[in-house]
């Protein structure tokens, strides 16, 4: 038996559905449920009739689908498997900012721990930034955005908004430079650049489009071009390939590999299943505070 079939084997027993993010192994993505964005995927656990979810991401992703699920057991096959920009802040450094700025809307992205969204009024996602922004909090003075300073950069220039930010990044996209992209271009002149919003703004100004993950995935399909240039994670490459098999794609770095959403392997998946290591246990009243912010934000 393979470790696809133990996998299957095992799902089936256990009730579970097994969702994996976009950045994932090739080989997790395969053998996945559901793949996509970390809150896409949440929302999905959530509807899910599964009693119990694999989650092939990174904590706060697992984090996520529990607050959305709290009657389910979540598992995330290595504990390990943690975001750089969701450690850059605490739930101590977040209430220090609020008193900073009193009356200020605290908005976080989707990529903060818990404890950090039990903080804040409203969540916010690559995908939907701007329009919570722009809708959700239209009506406030002040706007305290973390971590990313570079989602808050891109969101200020579409919104018109300034924001409170804090110096918080995704490594691997911050690493993404624009001769990376310009030397992808002199290659495939004719290809459409689509980039992250976690990028810097100099790539930013590079891109034919500013998506999500999940908005390149749609992009690609909808778009008349047939070459493109993705400024993002390269494991993205996988299922947009697959989903677009005429198509060409061609990552903006090669470099841009992140770690930790690689730790999680088949057999780890294995692993949680046989012996329900690395629960995601929170308590309820962090649980009920985060899933305020989430909602707000699912308003939008």
């Known amino acids: 038996m393979s470790l696809a079939e133990k996998i299957e084997e095992l799902k089936k027993k ?18 996945a449920d559901y793949v996509g964005d970390s809150l896409g995927l949440s929302i999905q656990a959530a509807k899910a009739e599964a009693a119990m979810i694999i989650f092939c991401g990174v904590y706060f992703m697992a984090e996520t689908a529990k607050i959305l699920s709290p009657g389910k057991i979540v598992l995330i096959p290595d504990v390990q498997a943690g975001c750089p920009m969701a450690d850059m802040i605490t739930a101590e450094q977040m209430r220090k900012l609020k008193a900073e700025h009193p009356g200020a809307a605290a908005l976080c992205y989707v990529n903060t721990s818990a404890d950090v969204k039990a903080e804040c009024d409203m969540c916010c996602t690559s995908a939907n930034a701007v329009r919570i922004v722009r809708e959700g909090l239209k009506d406030r003075n002040e706007i305290i955005f973390v971590p990313d300073k570079y989602l808050a950069a891109y969101a200020s220039a579409q919104s018109g908004r300034k924001f409170i930010t804090w110096e918080g990044y995704c490594p691997i996209h911050a690493e993404i430079f624009p001769a990376h992209v310009l030397s992808r271009k002199s290659m495939h002149p004719n290809a459409e650049v689509l980039v992250h919003p976690e990028c810097r703004p100099e790539v930013i100004s590079l891109a034919d489009r500013v998506l999500s993950t999940e908005g390149m995935c749609v992009r690609a399909k909808k778009s008349p071009a047939s070459e493109f240039i993705l400024a993002t994670e390269k494991g993205i490459l996988h299922r947009i390939r697959k989903e677009n098999p005429g198509k060409k794609f ?51």
């Open 14 to 31: 256990n009730n579970a559905v097994i969702l994996a993010h976009n950045y994932q192994r090739p080989e997790v993505q395969d053998i």
């Open 250 to 300: 061609y990552p903006a770095s090669d470099a841009a590999i992140c770690p930790t959403m690689k730790i999680t392997n088949l057999g780890r998946i294995i692993n949680a299943f046989e012996n329900r290591e690395h629960e995601i246990v929170l308590p309820q009243e962090t649980m009920d505070r985060a899933r305020s912010s989430i909602e707000n934000m699912l308003r939008y």
